[in-house]
Every structure is written in structure tokens, then in C-alpha cells.
């Protein structure tokens, strides 16, 4: 069992910035990677940035490239998600959770575990 806590999100305008972070506990922390992923309203859950356990790798969506940065602190157990140069479509709730062992980085079947997410949204 884990636990996941997001946090940071908010109201901004376009162009704007926001750092979120994800605070994980329950389990070994530093052994998994670990995802970001989003919802819209109406919209199914997609996958946004995912980092490999020692953050010697991330990954991303193309529609965040360039402008999102994925990052962690091992000994905080804590995934972030600095997300810049932010746009109306990047509005959501942003959810962060561990990939199971084996699985694909980018797909959601592969992430059981969930927090409440943390909204951001994004005016123009």
C-alpha cells in the first residue's frame, strides 16, 4: 500500500508557472519510478512526465515538452512537477503515482495507486 499527497496546484493566467509536488509514503520510495499524469473534465486520465527511480531518466508527453520538468528528492520521497510557459489546455487535475515493477512508463495501466490530485488551472 502507498500513500500519495499532491499539492501545488492553483489558479494561474496564461504563461504563468506552478511547482507541484507529490509527497509518497507507505513504501520504499526510491525503488520505483514514478508518474504524473492529468485529467480534464470529460477527458480520460493522461500521461504527462514520469521519471526513472534514481531521476537518471524522464520522459514526456509531447504537448509538454520543453515546458515541464519532472524532478525528485529521494530522501523526501517527493516527485515535483515544475510546470512553465503554462497554457488554458494544460488545465486538470494532476495526479502522481508509482509505476508498477515492469511496466510501461507512459501507460496508465500501469499506475494502481492514487492521491486526490491537485487542480490547476490555467485562464486566458
Known amino acids: 500500500q502507498v500513500q500519495l499527497v499532491e499539492s501545488g496546484g492553483g489558479l494561474v493566467q496564461t504563461g504563468g508557472s506552478l511547482r507541484l509536488s507529490c509527497a509518497a509514503s507507505g513504501r520504499t520510495f526510491s525503488t520505483y519510478a514514478m508518474g504524473w499524469f492529468r485529467q480534464a473534465p470529460g477527458k480520460e486520465r493522461e500521461f504527462v512526465a514520469a521519471i526513472t527511480w534514481n531521476g537518471g531518466n524522464t520522459y514526456y508527453t509531447d504537448s509538454v515538452k520543453g515546458r515541464f520538468t519532472i524532478s525528485r528528492d529521494n530522501s523526501k520521497s517527493t516527485v515535483y512537477l515544475q510546470m512553465n510557459s503554462l497554457k488554458p489546455e494544460d488545465t486538470a487535475v494532476y495526479y502522481c503515482?508509482?509505476?508498477?515493477?515492469?511496466?510501461?512508463?507512459?501507460?496508465?495501466?500501469?499506475?494502481?495507486?492514487w492521491g486526490q490530485g491537485t487542480q490547476v488551472t490555467v485562464s486566458s
Open positions: 503515482s508509482p509505476r508498477r515493477s515492469g511496466g510501461f512508463l507512459w501507460r496508465l495501466d500501469d499506475y494502481t495507486y
